[in-house]
């Protein structure tokens, strides 16, 4: 069993910057890929960042330059720093996480997700 914990949500201005963590703990033997997608309202769940278990990143197109995601494998966390946000990156974010198991099992596992609003 895998749990993925999401926190750094919240209601900021056009223009700020705010940085999401998502941190996996259970039976876990490793994690390959990681990443983060969005769902704004009324829309599907788009892909906003990856990041491969040796460090290889890609964006969408729509938050190149102005988001970073990273991750810390000894702590199975995973970064999303936002900045300039703007108010269409209003959404739910979820991070997953492409888990081994300790038994050999592969599975990726999801966060609750976390609210980002941004205001104009």
């Known amino acids: 069993q895998v749990q993925l914990v999401e926190s750094g949500g919240g209601l900021v201005q056009a223009g700020g910057s705010l940085r999401l963590s998502c941190i996996a703990s259970g039976s876990i033997r490793s994690i390959n890929g990681m990443g983060w997608y969005r769902q704004g309202p009324g829309n599907q769940r788009d892909l906003v960042a990856v990041?491969?278990?040796?460090?290889?990143?890609n964006y969408a197109d729509s938050v190149k330059g102005r988001f970073t995601i990273s991750r810390d494998n000894a702590k199975k966390t995973v970064y999303l720093q936002m900045n300039s946000l703007k108010p269409e990156d209003t959404a739910v974010y979820y991070c997953?996480?492409?888990?081994?198991?300790?038994?050999?099992?592969?599975?990726?596992?999801w966060g609750q997700g976390t609210q980002v609003s941004v205001s104009s």
């Open positions: 997953y996480a492409d888990i081994t198991f300790r038994s050999g099992t592969m599975y990726r596992g």
């Open positions: 990041i491969s278990s040796g460090g290889m990143t």
